[in-house]
Nanobody, 124 residues
Framework: QVQLVESGGGLVQAGGSLRVSCAASALPFGRYGMGWFRQAPGKEREFVATISTNNDRTSYVDSVKGRFTISRDNAKNTVDLQMNSLKPDDTAVYYC?????????????????WGQGTQVTVTS
């Protein structure tokens, strides 16, 4: 069964940094675009970042541009999200996801597989 497992969440102060990671198994990882989404209590799941299969294209939601960086390592079947200059509004459960579109995607509906999420909490 395909599994996506997130790790690296935690508690940080505003202005700090955190890296969340996602490890995939039972998935032809190099054939899937990858994405990060987040969801805060009472809010819709929000697109954060996506990356193409060969790491040559990335997209970000405006609110994280210049602060977050998505990357992938196809040899290790991992995708990471480096988060810098964190703000309290970044507090959410962060999910990684895999899409059959090799470009990646901004849309929840395009993703085939999802991890269980990792909590990121940013204090003021």
């Amino acid at each position: 069964q395909v599994q996506l497992v997130e790790s690296g969440g935690g508690l940080v102060q505003a202005g700090g940094s955190l890296r969340v990671s996602c490890a995939a198994s039972a998935l032809p990882f190099g054939r899937y675009g990858m994405g990060w989404f987040r969801q805060a209590p009472g809010k819709e799941r929000e697109f954060v970042a996506t990356i193409s299969t060969n790491n040559d294209r990335t997209s970000y939601v405006d609110s994280v541009k210049g602060r977050f960086t998505i990357s992938r390592d196809n040899a290790k079947n991992t995708v990471d999200l480096q988060m810098n200059s964190l703000k309290p509004d970044d507090t959410a459960v962060y999910y990684c996801a895999a899409t059959g579109f090799n470009t990646g995607s901004l849309y929840v509906r395009d993703y085939n597989y999802w991890g269980q999420g990792t909590q990121v909490t940013v204090t003021s």
